[in-house]
């Protein structure tokens, strides 16, 4: 393990290193130090106790690269110092571990190799300062809370080769305006979405065949989304509270909308309902008291027949209008 250096000012060519919060300090070249870096010993287990001087200040813009057997541990926050800002994994390291760098709260850039090809449950979770992070084409899979209130993350590029988006992997983000899911993606995982209240449109690819519970709940800037002819399960509450989202169409082959799924909607105007549903969960439209039409494709018998729970269309002024084409 060692630090690495983005520029060194000084005027003697000699940095300071205290391993040991100040106690004691090691000198080093300054040219050797930007080439190669500085290691770490392996008795220090604490980088908060890490302390770097020259002759003009105390550094903070300290690059630290962790090992490969480190990486794949996972929860280095116990050794971790929480303020670092820049984190560089080396060349070669193939997995990053379950909440390897959650509560880093200072983080703001991490530069991931193209070697990595998973990255754990609640790996950034909690990093609040992270801004942006590319995840290279080798990671196939953005598993559970990886990115969990990431409050300032604004840009994401999810690459080609993820299929599946885990349970609240992007909750919280509520800096992200706009995420482009690749069509290699095939399900969106519960809570995946949730409180992404700064997200105004999000692309769902044909690729897609499910929508978890509770995706996209109170994603409230949300103004359109649009469900590809793909998708056969959306869960419970999954627009719940997108009270800017002012139309939607689910799509042929959709047999239930579930319970809550639209609810408190309260700018939905319209929406499109396939004869292929046969069920209206609990709650499912309550609270849309924008929602003026119900565009149902079905005649008035089939409308008639769908099972439809308890306040499907509590305080929605919706009429139907059947056998709707548009």
Do not use: H
Not at 56 to 76: A, F
Not at 210 to 224: D, H, K, P, R
Not at 266 to 289: E, K, Q, V
Request: charged share 15%.
């Amino acid at each position: 393990m060692k630090i690495s250096f983005k520029k060194l000012k000084t005027a003697d060519n000699t940095i300071r290193v205290s391993f040991d919060n100040k106690n004691t300090f090691e000198n080093f070249d300054k040219n050797t130090a930007l080439a190669d870096g500085v290691p770490i010993p392996d008795e220090c287990t604490d980088f908060s106790n890490i302390v770097v001087k020259t002759d003009k200040s105390e550094l903070s813009n300290l690059v630290y690269e962790i090992p490969t057997d480190l990486l794949s541990q996972g929860n280095l926050r116990s050794k971790l110092d929480t303020r670092i800002k820049d984190l560089k994994i080396p060349e070669g390291v193939t997995s990053i571990g379950n909440g390897t760098f959650s509560y880093c709260k200072s983080l703001t850039s991490i530069v991931i190799p193209d070697s990595v090809t998973s990255i754990g449950n609640y790996a950034f979770f909690d990093c609040q300062s992270l801004t942006s992070i590319n995840i290279p084409n080798s990671v196939t899979s953005i598993e559970s809370s990886t990115f969990y209130g990431c409050s300032n993350l604004i840009s994401m590029t999810i690459p080609d080769s993820v299929t599946s988006i885990g349970d609240s992997a992007f909750l919280s983000c509520s800096g992200l305006t706009s995420i482009e899911i690749p069509d290699s993606v095939i399900s969106i995982g519960s809570e995946a979405f949730y409180d992404c209240s700064g997200l105004t449109s999000i692309t769902i690819p044909d690729s897609v065949t499910s929508i978890g519970n509770l995706a996209f709940e109170n994603c409230s800037s949300l103004t359109s989304i649009e469900i590809p002819e793909s998708v056969t399960s959306i869960g419970d509450g999954a627009f719940w509270s997108c009270n800017n989202l002012a139309s939607i169409a689910i799509p042929e082959g959709i047999t239930s909308i579930n319970d809550y799924t639209f609810n408190s909607c309260s700018s939905l105007t319209s929406i499109n309902i396939p004869a292929s549903a046969t069920y209206i969960g609990d709650n499912a439209f309550s609270g849309c008291r924008s929602l003026i039409n119900i565009n149902y494709r079905g005649t008035e018998e089939q409308w008639n027949n769908i099972t439809k729970g308890d306040n499907w269309n509590n305080n929605c002024p919706a009429v139907v209008n059947y056998n709707y084409v548009e």
